[in-house]
């Protein structure tokens, strides 16, 4: 019964999603990432780099898109978006071991309870899209922070814009 | 009431093994005690009931408020300079409340002659209207010989030389502010024909630290700031309380477990437990007015939607459907409907459902955005954050009309109404630095002030009269 709903909400807010997207021909998720084959175990690297596991390692490599981030009140996947979240399903492709969370961010002009919500779609919006890269959605857990844990501290546009984020961070 | 803490307890082992202290909690605070009513001897009361309506004439009313008399000065746990002195602090708890309502223009104990015990029911006239008091508020303080102390309270026309009110309270020492609440009461209530409103709580969020690292505490105090608590210890950050209608209880939102999630907080016991055994977030608790009914906003896979769920347990009802954000709720104070917040439109705008979900529609078209509703008391009004570039406190009535902005602040979110709905509470988050206050309006906009709170703080949920 819970599952036949929950998948029934699936449905509905990938709908939703769709509906929403602003060019949906191009914001299609691109077919799922081949998996490559079971990491051909990551030859042991010099003592001195960051270590698999560590968001030092995920940062490095998927270049620094770690973060992906939002227009005003929207949660839709955009280009850049979507390259830096194909970059993060590459790289979980490479280390299945690996879970992580997915935090949902708002900025503060928003009130705090809408931000909450907010900042909950947003982090399924980037799952939604990793998953359909490939990931397992049990490797992925989803929480938002909505407006409470801001990175950029001015009351700026600017500031407002890094705020709007989905952030992947790695469980050790 | 019981059920449900039975039924969490077979549902979440986890939540029922943890401490306190991985819960985040501090120790109980424990819920207060009685005020009983005391006997007052009557005089003959007169005919003068005759309520002031115009608030032009009321607004500047003179109350003379000097020390409540002690029969004998004598030792009293409510103070340790003895039952004088805390006569002296019941009048200033007095004059402070009737400040800070704006309405009137009281002068305390500290710059007033003491009246004798003799002289409580029988004014000396003459050196009031000397001063130029219209009215006059005296009292007594005495010790029971059960431990507990009496309060009476008197309020008395200067002019006419005449009584309006009078009444006695039997509080335990610890409680004697109340008692000097419920004496504000009986004044503002005569003077103003309005509720009352001054012998109540307010619980709210306790914030310090820097912007990107603020902690955020549950915390309760009086309505005048009084009897400050905290109520979780700062390692998890708590959000948006609720107080139930009975004060047993405290729903508010905590990440303890890492996860945004709704507790109910039992105050006399100290311990809480989740509203519902859920993996989905829960968000924005609020009680139905008869304390009976929880309504709570879930996310599930990302939409969130709004639910109700019986205080005693048992299957949630999910009241609304849209993939939009559909979240928090607000009961008329009938119960019969609830304003809740969507922006299944494409913004956030206010929606009117009956309370079983149906009959849902958006009652707000003006310019700009519509969030966190509550239903006033009265159920005439509906307070709201109107945002429309800065963000406001704003009323209009339950169909969406009369929109009246009372605040200016650049971000003035989340009304909470006065017990007798002629007052609303919010919080003002200033730009930048992002620390917030609260502040209380009153429904003509011109009488706003800063509450004041050990530290910055945010999310006021102002409680009804207390019984």
Redesign the interface.
């Known amino acids: 019964m819970n599952s036949m709903k929950t998948s029934l909400i699936l449905v509905v807010s990938a709908t939703a999603l769709a509906a929403c997207a602003k060019k949906p021909p191009e914001e299609l998720p691109p077919a799922p990432v081949t998996t490559p084959a079971p990491a051909p175990a990551p030859a042991p690297t010099a003592a001195s780099g960051p270590t698999v596991g560590s968001q030092q390692h995920f940062e490095q490599a998927v270049g620094g898109s770690t973060v992906i981030y939002f227009d005003t009140d929207r949660f839709n996947i955009d280009s850049a978006d979507a390259a830096a979240l194909q970059a993060q399903a590459q790289y979980f492709a490479r280390y299945p071991e690996l879970t992580f969370t997915v935090e949902g961010h708002a900025d503060e002009r928003g009130t705090r309870e809408y931000n909450l919500a907010l900042g909950e779609r947003r982090a399924n919006s980037a799952k939604n899209y990793l998953v359909s890269l490939g990931v397992a959605s049990n490797r992925i857990r989803t929480v938002s922070y909505g407006k409470e844990r801001p990175v950029a501290l001015a009351s700026t546009e600017a500031a407002w814009a890094q705020n709007r984020r989905a952030a992947s961070i790695i469980i050790n | 009431m019981k059920n449900m803490w039975l039924l969490a307890l077979f549902a979440g082992a986890l939540a029922t093994t943890a401490t306190a202290q991985n819960q985040d909690l501090g120790e109980p605070v424990g819920e207060g005690g009685e005020v009983e009513g005391l006997a007052i001897e009557e005089d003959d009361d007169g005919p003068l009931r005759g309520t002031v309506t115009d608030e032009s004439d009321w607004s500047d009313i003179g109350v003379a408020i000097p020390a409540f008399a002690a029969d004998r000065d004598q030792p009293t746990p409510a103070n340790a300079d003895g039952t004088a002195a805390l006569g002296r602090e019941v009048a200033r708890v007095i004059t402070a409340n009737l400040r800070n309502n704006g309405l009137f223009k009281p002068v305390g104990p500290d710059s007033l002659p003491q009246p004798g015990f003799a002289d409580i029911r029988a004014p000396r006239w003459g050196s009031w209207s000397g001063r130029g008091a219209e009215m006059l508020v005296q009292g007594f303080v005495t010790n029971r010989p059960d431990g507990r102390i009496a309060i009476g309270c008197y309020l008395y026309d200067v002019a006419l030389q005449d009584r309006l009110e009078s009444a006695g309270y039997v509080v335990r020492p610890a409680d004697w502010r109340r008692a000097a609440h419920k004496c504000s009461d009986l004044i503002y209530a005569r003077l103003t024909g309005e509720s009352p409103f001054f012998d109540s709580r307010i619980a709210y969020i306790a914030e310090t630290g820097?912007?990107?690292k603020?902690v955020?505490r549950l915390a309760v105090m009086d309505s005048d700031g009084a009897n400050h608590r905290f109520l979780t210890l700062g390692s998890a950050?708590a959000?948006?309380p609720r107080y139930s209608p009975d004060y047993s209880k405290i729903m508010y939102?905590s990440y303890v477990d890492?996860?945004?999630r709704i507790y109910v907080y039992d105050i006399g016991s100290g311990k809480q437990q989740l509203v519902t055994e859920n993996s989905n977030?829960t968000?924005?608790p609020r009680w139905s007015p008869d304390g009976r009914h929880i309504l709570y906003?879930m996310?599930?896979?990302?939409?969130?939607d709004i639910y109700r769920v019986p205080v005693t347990g048992g299957e949630s009802v999910r009241l609304t459907s849209t993939?939009?954000?559909d979240?928090?709720g607000s009961y008329s104070p009938d119960g019969s409907r609830i304003v809740f917040?969507s922006?299944r439109s494409g913004?956030?705008q206010c929606y009117v459902m009956d309370a079983d979900g149906s009959n849902q529609r958006r009652i707000t078209f003006f310019g700009g955005r519509c969030?966190?509703p509550e239903w006033s008391p009265r159920g005439d009004q509906i307070a709201f954050?109107r945002?429309a570039g800065d963000?406001n406190v704003a009323v209009m009535t339950p169909s969406g009309r009369n929109l009246r902005v009372l605040t200016n602040g650049w971000?003035d979110?989340?009304p909470t109404w006065a017990p007798n709905g002629r007052i609303i509470q919010f919080f003002r988050?200033e730009?930048?630095t992002?620390r917030s206050n609260l502040w209380q309006v009153d429904l003509t906009g011109r009488n706003e002030r800063r509450l004041p709170t050990p530290v910055d703080a945010?999310?006021p949920a102002w409680g009804p009269i207390r019984k």
């Open positions: 820097p912007k990107d603020r955020k950050t959000l948006t939102l890492g996860n945004p977030p968000l924005a906003s996310a599930v896979a990302g939409n969130t993939p939009g954000i979240i928090g917040e922006d913004s956030q969030a966190t954050t945002i963000f971000q979110e989340a988050t730009r930048n992002g945010s999310d």
